[in-house]
């Protein structure tokens, strides 16, 4: 092999969904009409009050660098927006801005991991705080879980991996790519084993407010005094401001400090438009928009679980948010990656494969993402009974 | 020492200027007029083609992802671009969008460079290199550069300090804190230089345009066989877009497939409104208010270079671009840090101490970036050189 680029790049393995959304592209191309239950992308544009407030924000010339870690104003607005849906008071100084959840994600794993430093995750899980911290010489080391507990890493699990290497520990409540929940009592044990080996537990809270029992959970809520949490959120999902690339981390007190000296060098600023367009994002009356999305989402939910239920998939854990489905084809294959690609060849539908997600089982999984309205789903559905049936 | 963040994050030395920023902050909330000669941030906002560019890309609602390495319609307007001013074919497959220059850095020192791999910079040079290569786990090697050089890095120092660790040199046109330009033979050897080493070249063209010799360069002229030369540049600096965060990268062929991945999962995306935004900017309409913006810049160094001189300075190597002068105040004082402090306090005037910029010398060095207007630099010589009778 002629080397040229660093191990850490060659090693990033692909996202294999990159190839069926090229190839979909290519069918599209032909004319064939092809659903897209692949992207983890709302299909809603973001609401208009927000667009409203980006616009309002160029037309004042707002075009400079903020600070590193994000206007005050919207530091501020974001603990207020704590207290207000959560009755939380967590300073403003613990609040970060990012750009995007990914900036977050890398901010946090390098503030606490060097190089050939581990953290826990779960397989399957999110793909990218693997590779994030293989880009940054760290580790990972994957505990598979599965449907028993809700795809979510347990305190036991923590106990039986923690190395002396270990640093940190990682959930998402709701999960990608099974939209599960972590139950607050199992949090609170995952928190105080972690704490127990001296390590950081960071919670992805994402898809926060992307929940369909209406109950508003936040990990800040278990906080006590072990200061060990870290939780990481966007403006991505929920607030529906993907193409913007904003986030935000919660963040110890202690930890502020470092990650403003990462956060200057490795980005210098977040976007300024989306610090504007997020400021009003966190008011109450774009709530209420976003609430009446997930709704939409819980009725597409409402209708694929049971729909693919039905067709022979079997979902052991209720998916309760997050807009993902992570389904056990493993009664019509046990190469799901094949699987994916045939499907999308014979009938024109996309979903991922769970090989992007990590190794325990993936061969058995698919990720259905219902970012598409019931009609569309309706048709989906028809299509996989369709093509189960020529296949069998 | 209680550590509880990673060594590489501890180790990143903040930007002293910062603690200038706040000082000067405080001074001005007690009612001080300070002026500002010590950010690398044009005072012009983003000009208004640009901006009603932004604006409409939200009205039309593009706020979704785009691809990880930008808009297929952006990178081949920048190739065009190269076209039109350069006279340059460039294939648009080899230029990614990135979030920012900084994203730009990061994703070519992830791709370059493993860990404890090495990459060779200038001392003085700008300082996030030295600290994302460190982020990565990587090192970075600097080799002292003075004015009989124009503070740039020489094909001998290339060939004295390569290591076997070393796989790429990166030299800046203009530089920062400097002002200096590399002269094309000069870079040509370098390339051929480190082409012979078998590494990268890196040419930090951030500053490209903010040139008044009138005369347009770019190192992709000099491209040869080797494909060895990666160019970086912004939209932040000629173009005036800082806190839009976009920029881009030219590649070699073989990088582009790696970077893709790194990009994928680092950023996800560019920002979306930034690149609709861009896509104006390289208007040959918009260009021409650049250009007017590099007059004010060159009749501010005009005002700027001598009057330091005549006020005590040495300024061994003409600054001809990037609204920067790095200037010598070792007939005043061999420690520019406390200098620096003590002028603000005094006179109101912040500047950026050589510290910041490396150790070479450091404390022999103050920078001065011209981001004000002339009336402004001629009150700030007026204080200093009140500073100085002062302090004589």
Chains 1, 2 share one sequence.
């Not at 870690?69 to 403003?92: C, H, S, V, W």
């Not at 139950?183 to 127990?196: G, N, T």
């Not at 009664?331 to 996309?350: G, I, K, M, Q, T």
Request: hydrophobic residues 45%; glycine residues 6%; negative net charge.
């Amino acid at each position: 092999m002629n080397k040229f680029s660093s191990n850490r790049a060659q090693g990033i393995k692909p996202f294999y969904v990159m190839d069926l959304l090229a190839r979909a592209g290519q069918l599209q191309a032909e004319g064939r009409s092809v659903i897209h239950l692949e992207v983890g992308e709302p299909d809603f544009a973001t609401a208009q009050p927000i667009i409203d407030a980006g616009i309002a924000a160029l037309q004042q010339q707002h075009t400079h660098y903020t600070a590193a870690l994000g206007m005050p104003a919207l530091r501020q607005k974001i603990a207020d927006y704590y207290l207000r849906e959560y009755g939380l008071e967590i300073a403003p100084e613990r609040i970060v801005i990012t750009p995007g959840a990914s900036g977050a994600l890398q901010l946090v794993l390098a503030a606490l991991l060097d190089v050939n430093d581990e953290v826990l995750l779960s397989d399957p899980g999110y793909p990218c705080n693997r590779n994030i911290a293989q880009i940054l010489g760290a580790k990972t080391r994957a505990a598979p879980v599965s449907a028993d507990t809700a795809f979510q890493l347990t305190a036991e699990q923590v106990d039986a991996h923690w190395k002396s290497r270990t640093r940190a520990a990682m959930v998402a409540s709701p999960s990608n790519p099974t939209g599960t929940l972590i139950a607050p009592q199992a949090l609170r044990r995952l928190q105080q084993c972690v704490a127990a080996h001296k390590g950081f537990l960071i919670v992805d809270e994402i898809y926060q407010g992307l929940v369909y029992s209406g109950n508003k959970f936040t990990a800040l809520q278990l906080e006590e005094e072990d200061d060990n949490l870290i939780v990481i959120n966007s403006f991505s999902k929920y607030f529906g401001m993907t193409g913007w690339r904003i986030g935000w981390a919660v963040l110890p007190e202690r930890l502020v400090e470092v990650v403003d000296r990462l956060a200057q060098n490795l980005f210098l600023a977040p976007p300024t438009v989306a610090q504007h367009a997020a400021m009003r994002a966190l008011d109450a009356d774009c709530m209420a928009i976003f609430d009446s999305r997930v709704e939409a989402f819980r009725q597409r939910r409402d209708y694929l679980l049971p729909a693919l239920r039905e067709t022979g998939f079997k979902i052991g854990a209720e998916p309760q948010g997050a807009f993902y489905i992570y389904a056990d084809c493993s009664d019509f294959s046990r190469d799901s990656f094949s699987w994916c690609h045939n499907l999308l060849e014979s009938e024109a539908v996309a979903v991922t494969p769970g090989i992007d997600f990590g190794e325990h089982r993936a061969g058995d999984f698919v990720r259905f993402a219902y970012t598409r309205p019931v009609e569309q789903l309706e048709i989906a559905v028809e299509r996989i009974i369709n093509y189960i049936n020529k296949n069998q």
